[in-house]
Every structure is written in structure tokens, then in C-alpha cells.
């Protein structure tokens, strides 16, 4: 069973910066399409970002576009989320998950994900 481990949460100010880290334990990682989820105290969890199996593809919900980047390193079988300009409204447990049924189709339903971590803590205040 592969698991995913999330790393690289914490507390920011506004306008910060963070870079959050999910390993995977096998290397089928490469074949499969990885994304971020979020959620809030009150919120669903939602997609935020994802990539296809060899890197070329990404998609964002529009709050994050132009602000997160989502980048795959298939050799340390590691996906990753470059966050700047943090916003209050970022602030929320942030998941990776993993699709391995697709390698390019990126789908935003969380129930389109067979794979997840336990998550990260993110919270951006002043």
C-alpha cells in the first residue's frame, strides 16, 4: 500500500511564503496524477492544484492561480506545493492525494482520489 506523508506546514504571516512536501513510499508514484486538497475549519475539502504523471500538465482552482505552484520530482518519488503570497484565507489542513487510475486527465473531485496523507497545518495570520 503506498502511503503519502505531507511535510512543510506551519504558521506565516500574510504575504509569506511556504513550500509544502508529500513523499510517496513506492515508486508507482510516477504513474499516477498527484494533487492538493485543503480544507478549512468550516469548509470541504477541495482541490487546489494538481499534476499529471510526467510533470507536463497542471491545473489550479482559481483562488491559487498565479500564486501556488505544483512541481513533481518522479526520481524521490516527491510532489510539491510552492505557496507565496500567503492569505488569511489560505489558512487550513492541506492533503496530498493520489490518482493512479489517470497519468494526464486531472479531475477535482476528491472522490476521483484513491490515495491520501494525513495532512498539514497551514495557518496564515498577522
Known amino acids: 500500500q503506498v502511503q503519502l506523508v505531507e511535510s512543510g506546514g506551519g504558521s506565516v504571516q500574510p504575504g509569506d511564503s511556504l513550500t509544502l512536501s508529500c513523499a510517496a513510499s513506492?515508486?508507482?508514484?510516477?504513474?499516477?496524477?498527484m494533487a492538493w486538497f485543503r480544507q478549512g475549519p468550516r469548509n470541504q475539502r477541495t482541490f487546489i492544484a494538481g499534476?499529471?504523471?510526467?510533470?507536463?500538465?497542471?491545473s489550479y482552482t482559481g483562488s491559487v492561480k498565479g500564486r501556488f505552484t505544483v512541481s513533481r520530482d518522479n526520481a524521490r518519488n516527491t510532489v510539491y506545493l510552492q505557496m507565496d503570497s500567503l492569505k488569511p484565507e489560505d489558512t487550513a489542513v492541506y492533503y496530498c492525494?493520489?490518482?493512479?487510475?489517470?497519468?494526464?486527465?486531472?479531475?477535482?473531485?476528491?472522490?476521483?482520489?484513491?490515495?491520501w496523507g494525513s495532512g498539514t497545518q497551514v495557518t496564515v495570520s498577522s
Open positions: 492525494a493520489a490518482d493512479p487510475d489517470r497519468t494526464y486527465n486531472i479531475l477535482m473531485p476528491d472522490q476521483e482520489y484513491e490515495l
Open positions: 513506492e515508486h508507482t508514484f510516477s504513474n499516477s496524477i
Open positions: 499534476i499529471s504523471a510526467r510533470g507536463g500538465f497542471t
